[in-house]
C-alpha cells in the first residue's frame, strides 16, 4: 500500500506542471482559435528563466519569487510574440497561424541555446522542502507535496476568473465571436493579448514550478507539446476543470507506468487519450464543437479545373528539365531533388484530405513512417525484394489509415486534428519501445534498392517516375467526382448529406487513400536512404507537412509542391550555419507575414491583381 | 386527394419539454402546404425529423406509404425528398453548375469514380435545371460570389436534381427582399405544378403564405392548432392571438390578393 | 448627430456603397430601405468599421469616426445590433448583458440589469439560461438588450423583424417607440415596410449602396414610383 500511495501522490505532484501549461494552451487556443505550437517554448523559457533568476535570488523568499518572475517574463514574451508574429496574420485563414508559431519554436530554441548553452541544467532545490515525509514508510519528496497543496489553489483561482470576473465573461464570449465583443466595445486586441499575456504566464510558471523535479533543458519543448495537447483533449477544449482531471491522470498513469509497465510507457498516454476520444468524442468535460460557430475566417476558395493545353505543356517542359539533370548536376544535387520529391509527394498527400477534405491531421507521419517501416521490415524480415515492397508498403499504409481512420473519421476540428497526432504518437512509440522487432532507437539499416536501381541516376529517374505518378494520380482524384465529393462534405455537409452524400464515408475512403500516398512517399524515403529511424514517425515529420502546405498555400492545388520545395531548398540551405534554426524560424515567420495565403496562393492574387490569370472575384 | 407525404401522431421532446406533440397531417400530390407558427413553437423540429436530422420518440413519417423514420437523410432524399435550407447551404468552392452537377452525380451514383473529371458529367442536365430557376448565365460563375436571391434560386435547382417527388423547404424566402420573395415563390409555385412535386414550407413572412400556399398548418407548443384555407386560418381568433397580433406588421387582406 | 458623407465600401473587388451619404438628427427614427443587397447591412458595417470604407467619412456627434477602431466607435455611444443577431450561446442572459455593459454616458439613458428585465420581461424569467436555450424571438430581444446595456446615443438595428413571428414584431415596434420617446436616435435597416411605417419618422431607400430617396412616408407615398422601383411591395 505504502509504495502506490507514494507513487500515486509523485503522479499527482507531476500533474500541477502540466495542469499550468495545458491550461495555458486550453485558454489561448478558446479565445484566439490558434493552436500554440509554441507552448512548449514558453514552458521551456520558464524553466530557464527561473534557473537563472534562483542563481541571483538567495533563499526560500527568493526560490518562490524567481518562480513567478520567470511566470511573468515569459508572459511578456508572450506578448511580444503575439504582437509582432501573430497581430499580423489574425485574418489568415483558420490554422495558418501554426506555422508562424512553428517558426517561433525554432527561433526560441536557437535563442536558449545561445543564451543558456546545449548543457542541461540541473534544477535548484527548494530552499526548506528539500528533504522527504515517509508516508506509510515510503519517502515523498517535501517538494511534491508543496506541489499537491499548491495545484487546488491555482484550480480555483483560474476557474475564478474565468467564470466569475468580468475578464473571464469576456474571454468567454471573445471565444464565440470576436467581432461581436469588439462591436459592443471591447478592445479584442488587448483582450488577445492578455489571454497570451495569461497563457503564456501559466506556461512560463509550470516550467519554472518543474525546476526542483526536472531541470532545465532544450528538448523540454517538444517534450512537453504531445503530453499537454493530449491533457487538453481528453480534457475537452476550454474545459479547466477537465484539464485538471486530465493532467492528474496522465501524470499518475505515467507514475505507475513507469514503475509496473515500463516497456510502454510512452505508449500508455496515447493509448488512454484514444481511449478517452472513442467513448467522449469531446473529451471527458468538452462539448461538441458547432462547425460555422466561429465563422469561416478569410476568402472562400476559388473554384478550380484541370490544366488546358497549355498548363500541361508548362508542366511537361518541368519535368523534361528536371529529367535532365543527371546530366547537368551532381549526384548531390540529384540526392537533394529525391528528397524533394519525396517530400512534396508527403506535402501533397496531405493537402488531399486537408484541403479537399477539409480534415487537418497533425499525425501524417504515421503514414509516411509508416509506409517506410512497412517496406523496412518487410525486406528485413522476408527478404521482400524492392519491387514487392513498392506494391506492398502502400497497401499496408492503407490498411493501417483504416484503422486510424476508423476511430478519427467521427471527430472534426481540433478534436479531429489532435485524435490523429495521439495516434501518430501511439505507432512512434510502439516502434520506439519495441526494439527487438524494430530496432527502437536504432532503427533499421541495410534496407537497399533492387541491384538494378540502386544508382543514384536510375533512383533518380524512379523516384521522378513514381513520385510525381503519385503526385498526378492525387491532382486527378481532386477532379474526379471523389474529388468533387470530397470538396462538398467539406463545403457544407448538411446539404451533402441532404443530397444522398454519406460525408463520413467518403471522408473515410479519401484519409485512406491519403495514407496509402504517404505510405507511398515513405516507401521510397526508405530505399533512397537505405535506412529508417522513428524520427520519421515523429511530431516533428507531422508538423513539417502541414508547414509546407501551409506555407505553398493550403487552398490551391500547387501549395503542397510550392511548399514542401521551399521549405526543402531552405533546410538544406540553412543547415549549414550554427544557427539555422533561428534563420530558418525568423524566415518562416516572413513568409507568413508577406503571404498569408501561402507562397502559391500568394502569387496567384498577384497574378490575378496584374492581369495574368483570371479570377472570379469574391463579393 | 391522395397525399404523398403522411405524418402520424409524430412526438418529440427535449428534456421534459414537449417541442413537437401528437403531429399528424398529410401533404397531397401537387399541394403547396405552408407549415407556421410562433419561434420556438416545434416548426424546426418537426422538419428536421421529417428530413431525417432528429430521431422521433414516436409516430411515423410515411412517404407514399413507406415508412421514414430512422433513416439518415441521406437515405430519405434518395426515397425522392428534396430539400433547401433555411440559410442557403451550397458548395461555395464550386461554380453555380458543379453545385448541381454534384447532386446529379450523387443521384447517378457517381460518388466513388475516380477516373472521370467531375466538371464534364451530366454538365448539360445541370443547365437545364439552371435554366429552369433562370440561373443559366450565371453557371460558370463561382457560388461563392452568388447574391443571395441567386443563391436561393441556386438551391431550388439542386433540390430538383433528383426529380424529387416531396420538396421540404425551410424559410424558403428568409432574407430577401419583399418583390423578390414572391418572384421567387411564384417561380417554386410554377416549377412544383408543372412537374407535379408537392411542397411542405415554413414561412415567417405572411405575404408569402397568403399569397401561395394551397393550404396552412399553424403550430404552436408544439401542436396544431388550425389548419385550413389561407381564409380559415388568417382569421382564426386563435392564430391571431399566439401568431398573426393585430396584423399590422403585413399587407393586409386585400393587399395581398392584389400582390 | 450622425453624418455619412460619400461613403464608399468594397467586398473584395464588389463596391457595395456607392458614394453613399445621409445623415440623422438626434432623436430621430429612421428607416433604412431597401432590396436585399442594396447595402443596408454594409451602411451598418461601415459605420461601425466592420466594414472599412475605401472613401468618405462617417460624423458622430461632431466627431470623424472614419479611422477608427471598432471598439471605439462602441465605447463613443453607438450601439450596433447585428442582423444574425450573435448572441453569446455559452453565456448566460445576464453573462451576454454583461459583455455589452459600459459606463454611463452623459445625456443619455443609463440602464441596468433590472431595467432591461423590465422592458423585457421574458428575458428575466430565464436571466440564468444559457443563450442557446433562447428562441429566436427572444435572442432578439436579447441581442438589443445587450446593445443597450453600453447606454447608447444611437442605435443601429439591423433587421430585426427577419425571421421573428408577426406578434413578437408588433411587440418590437412598441419597444422601438418607447426608447425613441427616452431619447434614443435610432437607425433602423428594415425589408417589411409595414413595420417601418409604424417606428419610423423617416425613411432613406437606398439601391446599389446608393441613397435614391430621403423624405418621410407621406412622400414616399406620393411617390409610389420611387417605392415600387426600389422596394416593389
Known amino acids: 500500500m505504502g509504495p502506490f500511495i507514494a507513487q500515486f501522490l509523485t503522479g499527482l505532484a507531476n500533474a500541477a506542471a502540466l495542469f499550468l501549461v495545458a491550461s495555458g494552451l486550453s485558454l489561448i487556443f478558446g479565445v484566439t482559435r490558434i493552436v500554440n505550437f509554441a507552448h512548449g517554448s514558453f514552458y521551456m523559457l520558464g524553466a530557464f528563466i527561473g534557473y537563472t533568476v534562483m542563481q541571483l535570488l538567495p533563499g526560500a523568499f527568493g526560490f518562490w519569487s524567481s518562480i513567478l518572475v520567470a511566470g511573468l517574463a515569459v508572459g511578456l514574451i508572450g506578448v511580444i510574440v503575439e504582437m509582432l508574429v501573430l497581430r499580423p496574420i489574425y485574418r489568415a485563414p483558420e490554422l495558418f497561424q501554426l506555422v508562424a508559431t512553428f517558426g517561433v519554436i525554432l527561433v526560441i530554441q536557437d535563442l536558449a541555446l545561445i543564451t543558456w548553452g546545449a548543457e542541461d541544467l540541473l534544477g535548484p532545490r527548494a530552499p526548506g522542502l528539500k528533504g522527504v515525509i515517509r ?57 488577445f493579448t492578455g489571454v497570451f499575456f495569461l497563457g503564456a504566464m501559466l506556461a512560463g510558471l509550470g516550467g519554472a514550478l518543474q525546476l526542483p523535479k526536472g531541470g532545465a533543458d532544450l528538448l523540454m519543448d517538444f517534450n512537453i507539446l504531445a503530453s499537454i495537447f493530449v491533457v487538453v483533449v481528453i480534457g475537452g477544449m476550454g474545459s479547466l476543470p477537465g484539464a485538471f482531471i486530465a493532467a492528474v491522470l496522465i501524470s499518475v498513469l505515467n507514475v505507475f507506468g513507469v514503475r509496473y509497465m515500463p516497456q510502454s510507457t510512452l505508449v500508455l498516454m496515447y493509448v488512454v487519450m484514444a481511449v478517452v476520444l472513442i467513448i467522449k468524442p469531446y473529451g471527458l468535460m468538452g462539448r461538441k464543437e ?39 548536376g551532381s549526384k548531390f544535387a540529384m540526392i537533394l531533388a529525391i528528397d524533394i520529391i519525396i517530400v512534396c509527394l508527403f506535402a501533397a498527400s496531405l493537402h488531399f484530405i486537408l484541403s479537399l477534405g477539409g480534415l487537418v491531421s497533425f499525425g501524417h507521419a504515421a503514414f509516411f513512417g509508416g509506409g517506410a517501416y512497412a517496406a523496412a521490415l518487410m525486406v528485413h ?43 501518430s504518437q ?68 448538411g446539404r451533402a448529406e441532404a443530397t444522398g452524400i454519406n460525408t463520413k464515408r467518403v471522408q473515410f475512403v479519401a484519409f485512406t487513400f491519403a495514407g496509402a500516398m504517404a505510405g507511398l512517399a515513405g516507401t521510397l524515403f526508405v530505399f533512397s536512404k537505405g535506412s529508417i529511424f522513428p524520427t520519421e514517425l515523429e511530431i516533428g515529420k507531422s508538423f513539417d507537412a502541414l508547414i509546407m502546405v501551409f506555407l505553398g498555400g493550403v487552398k490551391t492545388l500547387a501549395g503542397p509542391l510550392v511548399g514542401a520545395s521551399a521549405l526543402s531548398l531552405m533546410q538544406d540551405y540553412l543547415t549549414r550555419f550554427e544557427y539555422w534554426r533561428l534563420a530558418l524560424g525568423l524566415l518562416i515567420i516572413a513568409v507568413v507575414i508577406i503571404a498569408p495565403e501561402g507562397i502559391a496562393g500568394t502569387s496567384q492574387k498577384l497574378a490575378a491583381r496584374w492581369g495574368i490569370i483570371r479570377r472570379d472575384e469574391v463579393q | 386527394m391522395t397525399s404523398v407525404l403522411e405524418v402520424k401522431e409524430l412526438s418529440k421532446s427535449f428534456g421534459g419539454n414537449h417541442a413537437v406533440n401528437n403531429v399528424s397531417f398529410a401533404v397531397g400530390a401537387g399541394e403547396l402546404l405552408a407549415l407556421i407558427g410562433p419561434n420556438g413553437a416545434g416548426k424546426t423540429t418537426c422538419f428536421n425529423m421529417l428530413m431525417g436530422q432528429l430521431a422521433p420518440d414516436a409516430g411515423e413519417v410515411l412517404l407514399d406509404g413507406e415508412n421514414l423514420v430512422g433513416l439518415p437523410p441521406r437515405a430519405i432524399w434518395r426515397k425522392g425528398v428534396g430539400r433547401t435550407f433555411q440559410i442557403t447551404a451550397t458548395y461555395p468552392s464550386m461554380t453555380v453548375v458543379e453545385n448541381v452537377q454534384m447532386a446529379i452525380m450523387s443521384d447517378k451514383k457517381r460518388l466513388f469514380s475516380f477516373l472521370p473529371y467531375a466538371r464534364n458529367l451530366y454538365r448539360e442536365e445541370a443547365v437545364t435545371l439552371l435554366d429552369l430557376v433562370g440561373m443559366a448565365e450565371q453557371a460558370d460563375r463561382a457560388a461563392a460570389i452568388l447574391a443571395y ?106 393587399e395581398s390578393e392584389n400582390a | 448627430m ?13 463596391h457595395i456603397l456607392n458614394d453613399l451619404s445621409f445623415n440623422i438628427a438626434h432623436g430621430e ?156 436616435t435610432v437607425l433602423i435597416s428594415e425589408q417589411n415596410l409595414h413595420f417601418a411605417r409604424i417606428v419610423a419618422d423617416r425613411a432613406v431607400i437606398i439601391e446599389s449602396g446608393t441613397n435614391r430617396f430621403d423624405g418621410n412616408f407621406a412622400d414616399l407615398d406620393s411617390d409610389p414610383e420611387t417605392r415600387d422601383a426600389y422596394l416593389s411591395v
Open chain 1, 290 to 328: 458547432v462547425a460555422g460557430e466561429h465563422g469561416q475566417v478569410g476568402e472562400p476558395e476559388q473554384p478550380f479545373s484541370p490544366f488546358g493545353r497549355r498548363g500541361r505543356l508548362i508542366v511537361a517542359v518541368l519535368l523534361i528539365a528536371l529529367a535532365t539533370l543527371p546530366f547537368l
Open chain 1, 135 to 191: 508516508i506509510l514508510g515510503e519517502p515523498v519528496p517535501k517538494y511534491d507535496l508543496a506541489l499537491i497543496a499548491i495545484t487546488p489553489f491555482i484550480l480555483f483561482a483560474l476557474w475564478y476568473l474565468i467564470t466569475k470576473t468580468r475578464l473571464g465573461v469576456l474571454v468567454r464570449a471573445a471565444t464565440q465571436d470576436r467581432e461581436m465583443v469588439a462591436a459592443l466595445g471591447v478592445n479584442q486586441s488587448w483582450l
Open chain 1, 426 to 493: 501511439l505507432l512512434w512509440s510502439l516502434v520506439f519501445q519495441w526494439g527487438e522487432v524494430t530496432g527502437g532507437d536504432d532503427g533499421m539499416v541495410s534496407i537497399w534498392p533492387s541491384p538494378w536501381a540502386s544508382d543514384t541516376t536510375v533512383f533518380f529517374y524512379l523516384t521522378m517516375i513514381i513520385g510525381f505518378g503519385g503526385i498526378l494520380v492525387l491532382r486527378h482524384a481532386a477532379h474526379s467526382p471523389f474529388g468533387y465529393a470530397l470538396r462538398a462534405s467539406r463545403d457544407s455537409a
Open chain 1, 381 to 423: 524480415y522476408a527478404g521482400s525484394p524492392m519491387e514487392l515492397a513498392f506494391v506492398l508498403a502502400p497497401i499496408i499504409t492503407g490498411f493501417l489509415a483504416i484503422i486510424i481512420g476508423w476511430f478519427c473519421i467521427r471527430l472534426t476540428g481540433v478534436y479531429f486534428a489532435m485524435l490523429t497526432l495521439a495516434f
Open chain 2, 149 to 254: 436571391g441567386d443563391l436561393k434560386r441556386l438551391e431550388l435547382a439542386i433540390a430538383l436534381a433528383h426529380k424529387p417527388r416531396l420538396l421540404l423547404m425551410d424559410e424558403p424566402t428568409a432574407g430577401m427582399a419583399p418583390s423578390e420573395r414572391i418572384k421567387l415563390m411564384q417561380l417554386t409555385a410554377d416549377i412544383v405544378a408543372d412537374k407535379g412535386i408537392s411542397v411542405l414550407f415554413t414561412e415567417h413572412d405572411m405575404d408569402v403564405v397568403f399569397a401561395h400556399a394551397h393550404r396552412v398548418m399553424v403550430l404552436n407548443r408544439g401542436e396544431i392548432i388550425a389548419n385550413g384555407s389561407v381564409d380559415e386560418v388568417r382569421d382564426d381568433p386563435l392564430v391571431r392571438e399566439v401568431y398573426l397580433g393585430g396584423g399590422t406588421v403585413f399587407a393586409d387582406k386585400e
Open chain 3, 29 to 184: 427614427v429612421v428607416a433604412l430601405l431597401g432590396r436585399n443587397g442594396a447595402g443596408k447591412t454594409t451602411t451598418m458595417k461601415s459605420i461601425m468599421q466592420m466594414v472599412r470604407p475605401a472613401t468618405g467619412s462617417v460624423t458622430f456627434a461632431g466627431q470623424d469616426i472614419s479611422k477608427w477602431p471598432t471598439h471605439k466607435i462602441a465605447k463613443s455611444g453607438i450601439g450596433y445590433v447585428p442582423e444574425e443577431r450573435r448572441i453569446f450561446s455559452d453565456l448566460t442572459i445576464v453573462e451576454n448583458l454583461e459583455v455589452g455593459r459600459q459606463s454611463p454616458r452623459e445625456g443619455v439613458p443609463t440602464w441596468s440589469f433590472d431595467d432591461l428585465f423590465d422592458l423585457f420581461p421574458n428575458l428575466a424569467e430565464r436571466r440564468n439560461n444559457r443563450g442557446r436555450a433562447l428562441s429566436g424571438g427572444e435572442q432578439q430581444m436579447l441581442t438589443i438588450a445587450r446593445t443597450l446595456m453600453g447606454n447608447p446615443s444611437l442605435l443601429l438595428l439591423d433587421e430585426p423583424s427577419e425571421g421573428i413571428a408577426p406578434i413578437i414584431v408588433e411587440q418590437m415596434a412598441k419597444t422601438i417607440l418607447e426608447l425613441k420617446s427616452q431619447g434614443l
Open chain 3, 2 to 14: 450622425l453624418e455619412l458623407f460619400d461613403i464608399n465600401s468594397f467586398y473584395g473587388k464588389a
